[in-house]
């Protein structure tokens, strides 16, 4: 059996083999069919069965204690200020694949789709992030990112404007990333 820290490492790695092998169409299957198919079934029933209630529950228990969370009756939010998986690869200087962080989004954004919600989401490479996902249909707070989400909201830390930004708007299917112009 290995250990969490080679398994970071061996993830970002089929990443890059896959890269490599099939293109980022590759990567994006895997993510795709394998992490929201294979390995979340228990997120995608949950929020199956529990929509927003079903996200805070699964959520708070696959991480526990450090990420922020935040449930309304509008929307969940989700904050990371130090990833665990992103901060080891950092560390160690493993980067194989260049951009490891959008394998959360690789597999959420399936699953939120297919139980009939929409995320918004924000990383920066260096182990920092935010998403929030609402119902499809909802109404947003503003047409770009949400608004500053109370003292625990990623984007007031240190360090959040380092780092090559990833800006996914679900509910407005704009993506944007650091240097580039907005696409749809």
Known sequence: ???????????????????????????????EDTLAHRLNVDALLLFKEKGLQGMAEYWGYAFG???????????????MHNCPSRGYLIETGQEAYHDFCEHCMGWIRVVTAE????????????????????????????????????????????GWERGD??????????AWRKGWTCYA
């Not at 204690?65 to 904050?79: A, I, N, Q, S, Y």
């Not at 249909?137 to 109370?150: F, H, K, L, N, Q």
């Not at 800006?167 to 704009?174: E, P, T, V």
């Open 115 to 158: 139980t009939g919600f929409l995320v918004d989401h924000e990383h920066n490479h260096q182990g920092q992030c935010w998403w929030e996902i609402r119902p499809v249909g909802s109404e947003r707070d503003s047409a770009g990112p949400p608004p500053i989400r109370g003292a625990d909201d990623v984007r007031l830390q240190d």
């Open 1 to 31: 059996m290995i250990g969490a820290q080679d398994f970071i490492g061996y993830f970002d790695w089929t990443f890059e083999y896959l890269r490599r092998h099939c293109g980022e169409s590759g990567v994006t299957q895997f993510f």
């Open 65 to 79: 204690v450090g990420p922020k969370t935040m449930l309304t009756d509008k929307f969940f939010r989700f904050e």
């Open 165 to 174: 930004h990833h800006l996914w708007l679900d509910s407005k299917k704009i």
